[in-house]
């Protein structure tokens, strides 16, 4: 997955899958967390936001749900279930 660095003091860069709809975080202090199920919309909306710290605080991290690199296989597979 590809990642873009943006402008944001706590996040460094945004990755997106379209096909599985992840988002992908990486944080300024180094955690990476995946949030799942997230539209293509939202992503779009992310990426264009003035404040992009802002919009995922008020709208990604409420609204889906979040898994560790080590954790993301396994909530892919249930998913499927």
């Known amino acids: 997955m590809h ?14 899958d379209d096909r599985r709809q992840i988002l992908k975080v990486r944080f300024r202090n180094g955690r990476i967390y995946y ?4 539209p293509p919309s939202a992503y779009a909306a992310l990426m264009s936001s003035p404040s992009v710290g802002r ?18 296989r396994r ?7």
Do not use: C, H, M, Q
């Open 3 to 16: 990642s873009t660095t943006v402008d944001s003091s706590v996040i460094l860069s945004v990755g997106y």
């Open 35 to 38: 949030y799942l199920d997230v």
């Open 55 to 72: 919009y995922f605080n008020e709208t990604i991290r409420p609204a889906y749900r979040a898994v560790a690199e080590r954790d993301l």
């Open 75 to 81: 909530a892919a597979a249930a998913k499927r279930r």
